[in-house]
DNA sequence: TGACACACGATTGGATCCAAAATCTAGTCC
DNA sequence: GGACTAGATTTTGGATCCAATCGTGTGTCA
């Protein structure tokens, strides 16, 4: 029902207004797992026809934020407790290629930026709020990286498994905090030392405690009626 | 000009069916890096729409065989030197991922179409076939792993890549063959011991080495007029 | 002669209409 | 009473038509 009034809201691309909008609500949770998107309700809200939100959803769908069967439609997919597990294996793996790549390319005020953002994260106690800052930082110690393929394929990870990462927050993780911010710290400050080793330790070790943590939260993938 | 008469000729998806037509082009070579792919040309030789065109190149989008520009038209993605070599240190990161999860859940009768697949590729001299072959082992080995998410990538990364894998080969790599030959057997073994740490460093092994050698051939790379 | 401007052709983006498939409901038969 | 089938509704897939945008080529003016 809200008009999305988005960052392209002039002309150009109402697909790419229309997937900016599926995409908020999804990262947002306003879209859950398991949830189907009905073609017709989103061009509605949009008073565009249902073929933009047709070319949205296969946007999306190349985000893995959706999933398509034919002649049934588009849902948000639903993660398994092993599958998330081996998407932030995956994780492990490639960021801190992403970040590797990236490192000697982030200028001085790319990592002020970075310093001002973990501050926010500090200062903050709100949870959607955490998770678009987490976020933030994460892929902005990305942003001296400029191989497609690979960002393409870090942010789908991010955003596949983002509902997840809510869930175990509001259960429990905000007591954890402090771990999270002293990694953080540590990978900061090897970004900004330029030292990619350290920098690959870190992040490694950061998404992997997360990785375990999360599999002690089993409630976290528990379906419901 | 050639109607595809591809699997699902029947009802169901005419837009799957542009996309498997068109993937088909890109990974065979008749479609090469820098191509412009425009859709009236496609449609008229499907006798459809411009539409399941439309759709199709969004799906191909997501598997990272064409690349989009908003009122400019769709392109098959040319890669630099170093965006292939990053794309192959992907490769060594995530295929071993891929391989671990895979191996427990092969069954004998996968180990045997293994075999024989790599006895075809040994037999085999002709370079299309070759590239078909390869694909099939490797994405073979990786057929009990049903994580999607894995999956999707890493036939994302085979499809990213495969014309400068074709053009190192036809630039003379046939003569390391026995090289490949090894690194397969050696592979194969480890996959039917079920040894998942020697099938993790064969593959990251094999995967490295063709990354290297095809560093050292960057006429590969050069555009052509 | 060079550069800017305008207009035309080519191509993609979006809207509306129609067809096909799937789901849901109700009714009937065993 | 339960289960299967047939029809109606909902939803997606495809075709055709129209609008907006980009690239290009030509012409004119400084």
Redesign the interface.
Known sequence: MTIPADEMNGV??AS?RVAAYLRDLILHDHLKPGDRIRQEEIAEQFGSSRLPV??AL??L??E?LTEHE??KGARV?RLSM??VD??Y??RE??EP?ALI?SLPALSDDDHAHLEQVQQQIEANDDLDRFLDLDREFHLGTYSGCH????N??VT??WN?TQHYRRAYVALGGQARMWVVNAEHRLLLDAVVRRDATDAERFLEGHIRRTRIELSHHPAVFGEEP
């Open positions: 150009g691309a790419a047709r070319e296969r946007m769908e190349a893995g034919a002649n997919p092993h599958e081996v998407v294996r995956m793996r490639l290629l790549e191989i497609e393929p690979l393409a394929i789908r990870l596949s």
